[in-house]
């Protein structure tokens, strides 16, 4: 994206087509409106970057199928020099067609037409280059299908569109659409923008537009064009006094059989450009954050370093990405339609003046006419960026080149010399919408994303505070770990061969977060159809599932102009989350997960887990939509990304944090009803505050031992390349348990039948180790260092006999026998171990034994008495006695 620099935001407004409200497609669902069609082939225009052409950067929607466009913007055209009534010296015309057909060769290769050339859309920058707009009416009205006006200026159409007419393709009697234009219209556009300039006049003002078109029709049984056009309009003797080569470049651009017209690649080579073409170098397209490609290649530094250094004075917002400045002028409080209100372009009319007419049997009609405001207005409206600048005004100019050594800051929210205002420890929501906060978040993440993946630690340091909304897409690929040319690996994938997956597919779609407006569009069920189906292509062992559609609609919303990357970032976070779910039989794998997902229900929430088993409301039931879609399912997009911004700087083990998080919201509901009731309660889910769901979700992940959540289905990982994603220093809730090598203290799989048959979930032996070395738990950003003092967080519980405890044990448990600890109706029996027991409650409690059904029985009784955070040794005291750790207790004197 291009840096504002000198230009301005501009916008302009037009309507789509109504279409009728009684008509449903093919597939039995309304008729997509054309507001949303055109909304959605827009986005591909914002990915074209060219110094000849205008950028554009946002489209907005509103009511009546009204829409706005945001565009880069400048005052001055070649509507100008028209203004000014003297011809255009003959090298600033060459440079002037050079530079114009730059910008349409360049469209052209992108499969576009401008078709809406005029002088108004000319625009030119404040070194006097060209920069053309509104090049992609055409384009995102589906060449003027959607649109109830057509495209390009009577005096400036090429003779083909003219002849053809135009008529609405909604109009019955008109069966099929119109032929689309081709570059070469352009050319002749361009003819009469040069031949006006060389006039210093305009052609065919004089005339109605009736007399106009007739006039260009008739010049097809001309000889020489230019000669009859200069002696119509009384300019002859100034156009014989152009140079040769000026006279030339008008014959061939008004030429009027479209068979031989030039294309404007061909101009660009054409020998009247020979003197101008050695002035400008071709332009390359800048390398993406993904490719194979050197990014830093075309970077090189002035001879004279001093240039480097800038002023006080310097408007630092300048040199920022123009949608970034776009971006920042809507927090600022922006509002397209107030500013075309303001200019007159959107005048409100009493409803009474809105009603259709209507027609009587004889012919009549009543009602009003046609109105003219849903004609094109093309006037652009320059947006003021005095509101921004003034919010900004307190933002030094060190913020926009922030450093990003490690050394800079011992802050761990912050990475430059400039600590984050207090805005850091505002709701994420009021962040999001802070013009300052968000300029900042902005600037350092587009420098750490620059440097990955040399970077790569800040992007997981800074993405624990938060991740500004404009970069969530890079940053997700970045967390990711997304490197190389995807786009030459997606393009290596076959999506167009039918496959019996494509039905399915094509059904999912449409019910897929429909409403949103992008997702909805056809483009971006083209789209979902592409990413989708080179998912299912490329991964041959794993089967489509419904719900992947859900898994892709994150990402493909935030890069719907990179297929590659949203594929890319798919396929990462699959293996990760979901390792196996899309197995053609993935019935083990998926009971697995639900059992796993049940004990730490009991492990942190015993009370709910009792009454929700108690009514037989188990978790498959309600949470396999959950986690087969990772909440995609169950939550709107907007939801779903700030879940995801933590959930992606956690191993595969947090979305049971999430699970368990989503059902203490619930809690109350939950206990209060029976099983009918919580049905009726998960089919239509309440409200969920998501801020909430993180930060608790974050609590239960930091308390639970990450060896309680062990899956054997999970994915297995040789080694741990990723920083950890909830604190500084490595701890026993960071990462997955299979990142961590085997050893003879680990924990063993059980069978799935053994696993459904225990309440609480098994720790390995040296989590057992670590937990007891531990005496406070690890927060979520800066994990704090074991105190000298206090009660630890766990408590070991040895239920073997007093004989067996006294030959041996870990050193801090308690002995509580098996047979004593319960009375007959499953009571604790009053007792100093037993008293002991109750004052950790709360705490992580670990039963020891030397038989494993002990120790689940033990363990499902405290959590009948609901006792949290209950679980059980895997393998028991045997697996402790190779470790020398048992200790023995001292010998009375």
Request: proline letters at 7%.
């Given at each position: 994206?291009?840096?504002?620099?000198?230009?301005?935001?501009?916008?302009?407004?037009?309507?789509?087509?109504a279409?009728?409200?009684?008509?449903?497609?093919?597939?039995?669902?309304?008729?997509?409106?054309n507001?949303?069609?055109?909304?959605?082939?827009?986005q591909?225009?914002?990915?074209?970057?060219?110094?000849?052409l205008?950028?554009?950067v946002?489209?907005?929607?509103?009511?009546?199928e009204?829409?706005?466009?945001?565009?880069?913007?400048y005052?001055?055209?070649?509507?100008d020099?028209q203004?000014?009534?003297?011809s255009?010296?003959?090298?600033?015309?060459?440079?002037?067609a050079?530079?114009?057909?730059?910008g349409?060769?360049?469209?052209?290769?992108?499969?576009?037409?401008?078709?809406?050339?005029?002088?108004?859309?000319?625009?030119?920058?404040?070194?006097g280059?060209?920069?053309?707009a509104?090049?992609?009416l055409?384009?995102?009205?589906?060449h003027g299908?959607?649109?109830d006006?057509?495209?390009g200026?009577?005096?400036?159409?090429?003779?083909?569109?003219?002849a053809?007419g135009?008529?609405h393709p909604?109009?019955?009697s008109?069966?099929?659409?119109p032929?689309?234009?081709?570059?070469k219209v352009?050319v002749?556009?361009?003819?009469v923008?040069?031949?006006?300039?060389?006039a210093?006049?305009?052609?065919?003002?004089?005339?109605?537009?009736?007399?106009?078109?007739k006039?260009?029709?008739s010049l097809?049984?001309?000889?020489?064009?230019?000669?009859?056009?200069?002696?119509?309009?009384?300019?002859?003797?100034?156009?014989k006094?152009?140079?040769?080569?000026?006279?030339?470049?008008?014959?061939?651009?008004?030429?009027?059989?479209p068979?031989?017209?030039p294309?404007?690649?061909?101009?660009?080579?054409?020998?009247?450009?020979?003197?101008?073409?050695?002035?400008?170098t071709?332009?390359r397209k800048?390398?993406?954050?993904?490719?194979?490609?050197?990014?830093?290649?075309?970077?090189?530094?002035?001879?004279?370093?001093?240039?480097l250094?800038?002023?006080?004075?310097?408007?630092?917002?300048?040199?920022?990405a123009?949608?970034?400045?776009?971006y920042?002028w809507?927090?600022?409080?922006?509002?397209?339609?107030?500013?075309?209100?303001?200019?007159g372009?959107i005048q409100?009319?009493?409803?009474?003046?809105?009603?259709?007419n209507?027609i009587?049997?004889?012919?009549?009609?009543?009602g009003?006419?046609?109105d003219?405001?849903f004609?094109?207005?093309?006037?652009?409206?320059?947006?003021?960026l005095?509101?921004?600048?003034?919010?900004?005004?307190?933002?030094?100019?060190?913020?926009?080149?922030?450093?990003?050594?490690?050394?800079?800051?011992?802050?761990?929210?912050?990475?430059?010399?400039?600590?984050?205002?207090?805005a850091?420890?505002?709701p994420?929501i009021?962040?999001?919408r802070?013009?300052?906060?968000?300029l900042?978040?902005?600037v350092?993440?587009?420098?750490?994303?620059?440097?990955?993946?040399y970077?790569?630690?800040?992007?997981?340091?800074?993405?624990?505070?938060?991740?500004?909304?404009?970069?969530?897409?890079?940053?997700?690929?970045?967390?990711?770990?997304?490197e190389g040319?995807?786009?030459?690996?997606?393009?290596?994938?076959?999506?167009?061969?039918?496959?019996p997956?494509?039905?399915?597919?094509?059904?999912d779609?449409?019910?897929?977060?429909?409403?949103d407006?992008l997702?909805?569009?056809?483009?971006?069920?083209?789209?979902f159809?592409?990413?989708?189906?080179?998912w299912?292509?490329?991964?041959?062992?794993?089967?489509?599932?419904?719900?992947l559609?859900?898994?892709?609609?994150p990402?493909?919303y935030?890069?719907?102009?990179n297929?590659?990357l949203a594929?890319a970032?798919?396929?990462a976070?699959?293996?990760?989350?979901l390792?196996?779910?899309?197995?053609?039989d993935?019935?083990?794998?998926?009971?697995?997960?639900?059992?796993?997902?049940?004990?730490?229900i009991?492990?942190?929430?015993?009370e709910?887990s009792?009454?929700?088993n108690?009514?037989?409301?188990i978790?498959?039931?309600?949470?396999?939509?959950?986690?087969l879609?990772m909440?995609?399912?169950?939550?709107?997009?907007?939801?779903?990304?700030?879940?995801?911004?933590?959930?992606?700087?956690?191993?595969?083990?947090?979305?049971?944090?999430i699970g368990?998080?989503?059902?203490?919201?619930?809690r109350?509901?939950?206990?209060?009803?029976?099983?009918?009731?919580?049905i009726?309660?998960?089919?239509d889910?309440?409200?969920?505050?998501?801020?909430?769901?993180v930060?608790?979700?974050?609590?239960?992940?930091?308390?639970?031992?990450?060896?309680?959540?062990?899956?054997?289905h999970?994915?297995?990982?040789?080694?741990?390349?990723?920083?950890?994603?909830f604190?500084?220093?490595?701890?026993?809730?960071?990462?997955?348990?299979?990142?961590?090598p085997?050893?003879?203290?680990?924990?063993?799989?059980?069978?799935?039948?053994?696993?459904?048959?225990?309440?609480?979930?098994?720790?390995s032996a040296?989590?057992?180790?670590?937990?007891?070395?531990?005496?406070?738990a690890?927060?979520?950003?800066?994990?704090?260092?074991?105190?000298?003092?206090?009660?630890?967080?766990?408590?070991?519980?040895?239920?073997?006999?007093?004989e067996?405890?006294n030959?041996?044990?870990?050193?801090g448990?308690?002995?509580?026998?098996?047979?004593?600890?319960?009375?007959?109706?499953?009571?604790?029996?009053?007792g100093?171990a037993?008293?002991?027991?109750?004052?950790f409650?709360?705490r992580?409690i670990?039963?020891?034994?030397?038989?494993?059904?002990?120790?689940?029985?033990?363990?499902?009784?405290?959590?009948r008495?609901n006792?949290?955070?209950?679980?059980?040794?895997?393998?028991g005291?045997?697996?402790?006695?190779?470790?020398?750790?048992?200790?023995?207790?001292?010998p009375?004197?």
């Amino acid at each position: 994206m291009l840096s504002l620099k000198d230009a301005q935001l501009g916008a302009f407004t037009f309507f789509a087509s109504a279409l009728p409200h009684d008509v449903c497609g093919s597939n039995g669902l309304p008729l997509t409106p054309n507001s949303i069609k055109i909304l959605g082939r827009f986005q591909i225009l914002k990915t074209i970057t060219h110094p000849r052409l205008c950028q554009y950067v946002d489209i907005s929607r509103g009511k009546h199928e009204r829409l706005i466009v945001v565009a880069e913007h400048y005052e001055s055209s070649l509507e100008d020099f028209q203004k000014q009534g003297k011809s255009v010296s003959p090298e600033k015309v060459l440079q002037i067609a050079y530079e114009v057909l730059e910008g349409l060769d360049f469209l052209n290769k992108d499969g576009l037409v401008h078709r809406a050339l005029g002088p108004h859309n000319v625009l030119l920058d404040c070194k006097g280059n060209v920069k053309l707009a509104k090049f992609g009416l055409y384009h995102m009205t589906d060449h003027g299908a959607d649109v109830d006006f057509p495209i390009g200026y009577p005096s400036y159409l090429a003779p083909e569109v003219i002849a053809q007419g135009w008529s609405h393709p909604s109009d019955p009697s008109h069966r099929e659409p119109p032929r689309r234009s081709g570059p070469k219209v352009d050319v002749w556009s361009l003819g009469v923008l040069l031949f006006e300039l060389c006039a210093g006049r305009r052609l065919l003002q004089s005339f109605d537009t009736s007399e106009r078109l007739k006039f260009i029709l008739s010049l097809g049984c001309v000889d020489d064009i230019v000669t009859v056009v200069a002696e119509e309009h009384g300019c002859l003797e100034v156009i014989k006094e152009l140079p040769e080569n000026v006279l030339s470049l008008l014959r061939k651009c008004l030429t009027f059989l479209p068979s031989g017209r030039p294309t404007p690649a061909d101009l660009l080579k054409d020998p009247v450009f020979q003197e101008v073409s050695i002035h400008y170098t071709p332009f390359r397209k800048p390398v993406g954050l993904f490719s194979s490609s050197l990014r830093c290649a075309h970077l090189e530094l002035p001879d004279d370093i001093s240039k480097l250094c800038q002023d006080d004075k310097e408007d630092y917002l300048a040199e920022r990405a123009i949608d970034e400045v776009y971006y920042l002028w809507c927090l600022a409080g922006g509002d397209l339609e107030k500013e075309l209100t303001n200019k007159g372009i959107i005048q409100s009319k009493p409803p009474v003046c809105t009603l259709p007419n209507f027609i009587l049997e004889d012919g009549e009609s009543f009602g009003r006419g046609r109105d003219r405001s849903f004609l094109l207005d093309d006037t652009t409206v320059t947006l003021s960026l005095s509101q921004l600048k003034t919010r900004l005004t307190d933002v030094a100019g060190e913020a926009y080149y922030p450093l990003l050594e490690d050394e800079q800051s011992s802050l761990p929210h912050s990475n430059s010399s400039n600590e984050l205002p207090a805005a850091v420890t505002l709701p994420l929501i009021i962040r999001e919408r802070d013009t300052e906060y968000q300029l900042l978040r902005i600037v350092l993440f587009d420098r750490i994303l620059q440097a990955y993946p040399y970077k790569k630690n800040l992007v997981w340091k800074e993405a624990r505070v938060d991740i500004p909304p404009l970069l969530r897409g890079l940053a997700w690929a970045t967390l990711l770990g997304i490197e190389g040319d995807i786009q030459a690996k997606y393009d290596s994938i076959d999506k167009d061969t039918p496959i019996p997956t494509d039905r399915q597919i094509e059904v999912d779609i449409p019910r897929c977060h429909q409403y949103d407006e992008l997702l909805s569009s056809p483009q971006g069920h083209v789209k979902f159809r592409r990413v989708l189906k080179a998912w299912v292509v490329s991964h041959p062992d794993l089967v489509y599932w419904q719900g992947l559609d859900s898994l892709c609609a994150p990402f493909l919303y935030l890069n719907f102009n990179n297929e590659a990357l949203a594929y890319a970032c798919m396929s990462a976070f699959i293996p990760k989350y979901l390792y196996n779910f899309f197995l053609k039989d993935n019935s083990h794998v998926i009971q697995e997960y639900l059992t796993v997902f049940s004990q730490l229900i009991g492990f942190h929430d015993p009370e709910l887990s009792n009454h929700l088993n108690e009514i037989g409301f188990i978790p498959d039931l309600y949470a396999i939509p959950w986690f087969l879609t990772m909440f995609t399912h169950v939550f709107p997009l907007h939801k779903i990304f700030h879940l995801w911004d933590t959930l992606l700087l956690g191993n595969s083990s947090f979305p049971f944090c999430i699970g368990v998080a989503i059902l203490q919201q619930l809690r109350d509901r939950l206990l209060a009803n029976g099983f009918n009731e919580c049905i009726l309660l998960f089919s239509d889910l309440p409200e969920i505050d998501i801020e909430r769901c993180v930060r608790e979700s974050i609590n239960l992940f930091c308390w639970t031992p990450k060896s309680a959540t062990y899956r054997q289905h999970a994915q297995p990982v040789k080694n741990m390349t990723e920083p950890n994603g909830f604190g500084k220093a490595p701890s026993y809730t960071t990462t997955d348990y299979q990142d961590s090598p085997k050893t003879d203290l680990s924990r063993e799989p059980l069978k799935l039948s053994e696993l459904k048959a225990e309440v609480s979930p098994r720790i390995s032996a040296e989590d057992l180790i670590d937990l007891c070395e531990l005496t406070a738990a690890t927060h979520f950003k800066t994990p704090t260092k074991k105190p000298r003092s206090g009660k630890p967080k766990v408590i070991a519980v040895d239920i073997r006999s007093s004989e067996d405890f006294n030959r041996g044990h870990i050193s801090g448990s308690i002995s509580v026998p098996y047979h004593t600890a319960f009375g007959p109706e499953g009571e604790l029996v009053p007792g100093p171990a037993t008293a002991t027991l109750q004052s950790f409650r709360g705490r992580v409690i670990v039963v020891i034994s030397h038989a494993m059904t002990r120790a689940s029985v033990f363990a499902a009784n405290l959590v009948r008495l609901n006792y949290p955070r209950v679980c059980i040794l895997d393998g028991g005291i045997n697996k402790l006695r190779a470790t020398g750790l048992l200790t023995v207790p001292s010998p009375q004197i």
